[in-house]
């Protein structure tokens, strides 16, 4: 009997979750990797808008203004997605996976931690190059940390990456940038 591509693809997610989710067995890499995804949570980016503002003026207010709404977008389109596939998390579809912090809702598909970072930064850096150095290592920190976690599996990481990459290049295209 042949294994489909679907099975042979949910096999090698699983396999990266364990061992990815191995790693928190270190209390400092579980911190470490517990406070990326908190504050990928908003706190960070809430931070960032809020500092676009305070040190840029008008201009700031536009970028971040820019990335609210692009953040709203995937708010809606990852919860709509979430709420279509119902794919169980990780720890939920195999006891030897442990969830290292609470998840926000139920599904694993897509990452929206990794959606939002990912769109978020495409925008910020469209408007603000030099960021660059900053947004994109915590943008993929906050994508390893959910899959080290057991939150996520790497698809739904590299969906998410692939989905935010996309929103954020339509959101500059409809901005005009």
Do not use: Q
Request: aromatic share 10%; hydrophobic share 55%.
């Amino acid at each position: 009997m042949h294994a489909t591509p679907r099975s042979r693809l949910h096999l090698h997610d699983m396999g990266w979750c364990l061992r990815a989710n191995r790693a928190c067995t270190r209390t400092w890499i579980r911190r470490g990797f517990a406070t990326v995804s908190r504050l990928g949570d908003g706190a960070f980016w809430y931070a960032l808008m809020a500092a676009l503002v305070v040190l840029d003026g008008f201009d700031g207010a536009l970028a971040a203004a820019h990335m609210a709404a692009t953040g709203g977008v995937a708010l809606l389109l990852y919860r709509h997605l979430k709420r279509w596939t119902r794919r169980p998390r990780p720890f939920a579809a195999d006891g030897r996976i442990r969830a290292w912090v609470a998840p926000l809702d139920e599904f694993s598909f897509p990452s929206g931690h990794t959606l939002h970072a990912v769109a978020f930064s495409v925008v910020a850096i469209a408007h603000y190059p030099a960021l660059a150095w900053l947004l994109a290592p915590f943008a993929a920190a906050v994508a390893a940390s959910r899959v080290v976690l057991g939150l996520h599996y790497p698809s739904d990481v590299l969906a998410a990456t692939a989905i935010g990459g996309v929103l954020g290049t339509l959101s500059l295209w409809a901005a005009g940038l």
